[in-house]
């Protein structure tokens, strides 16, 4: 079923499409009891092996808002025959790539505020056990409360999150997942042992899900390279994509 008929079909009020890919479609929606919030909607075929942006929600489900607001929220979800509805929080100034871009030299200050709740963002995340493995200006989000006249940074996109049951800064095996340029180079280091199946050339190659050796460090690695790009609007490194 198409996505805004789906949406319709259980009650929420299209606002506008804000965004769209492989995976289905973004929506602004009015919900009876959120208010204006997005909703995603996946096409259940992509879902697979992508289960851990639906734990999430009932993993934080039981620490109200205030615990941390430095994080985007995913409410609830409701999974349908052929696509799923993730139903999440709004932030209402866009990301802060597109904040970087519109901008010229930040100030020290300003850059202090935003990596300060950025921090307390990731720290509350892997407390939780939740390793978020695609920071980036892109998947960080502004949002001012109306009538507060302060702006909030929050992580969202959990669609590469991987979940450690126990402390998420022991080693464990991990795939390339990620956006290039911010991948901690742990990642790039294929495991020995790593399980291989045959590609379309007959070669082996190992398998993505668990072909490298990582932590939770891998989020701060990629949080001090959005640093440096803030400041310099460019990256430390050649991005391993153009190598």
């Given at each position: 079923?198409?996505?805004?008929?789906?949406?319709?079909?259980?009650?929420?009020?299209?606002?506008?499409?804000?965004?769209?890919?492989?995976?289905?479609?973004i929506f602004l929606v009015n919900h009876p009891s959120y208010g204006v919030i997005v909703a995603k909607v996946i096409n259940n075929s992509d879902l697979y092996g992508n289960e851990n942006e639906l734990r999430i929600i009932e993993i934080l489900k039981n620490d109200p808002p205030q615990t941390c607001p430095f994080i985007i929220r995913n409410y609830e979800y409701k999974q349908c025959e052929q696509q799923t509805i993730i139903l999440m929080e709004h932030a209402?100034?866009?990301?802060?790539?597109?904040?970087?871009?519109?901008?010229?030299?930040?100030?020290?200050?300003t850059i202090r505020i935003i990596m300060k709740q950025l921090l307390l963002g990731l720290n509350y995340l892997h407390s939780k056990g939740i390793i978020h493995r695609d920071i980036k200006g892109q998947n960080i989000m502004l949002h001012s409360p109306?009538?507060?006249?302060?702006?909030?940074?929050?992580?969202g996109d959990y669609g590469e999150v991987k979940i450690s049951e126990q402390n998420p800064f022991l080693s464990m095996r991990m795939s390339y997942k990620?956006?290039?340029?911010?991948?901690?180079p742990e990642l790039f280091i294929p495991i020995v042992d790593a399980p291989k199946v045959s590609d379309?050339?007959?070669q082996m190659v190992p398998i993505l899900n668990e072909a490298a050796i990582g932590d939770a460090k891998v989020d701060i690695w990629s949080i001090g390279i959005l640093l440096y790009y803030i400041r310099?609007?460019?990256?430390?490194?050649?991005?391993?994509?153009?190598?």
């Open positions: 079923m198409e996505g805004r008929k789906l949406l319709q079909e259980k009650g929420l009020q299209i606002l506008d499409e804000i965004g769209s890919g492989s995976f289905g479609k209402n100034l866009g990301n802060l790539f597109d904040f970087i871009k519109a901008s010229n030299n930040l100030s020290y200050s109306p009538g507060s006249g302060i702006v909030l940074v929050k992580i990620g956006t290039y340029g911010f991948m901690a379309e050339n007959g310099t609007r460019k990256f430390p490194f050649r991005n391993p994509q153009n190598q």
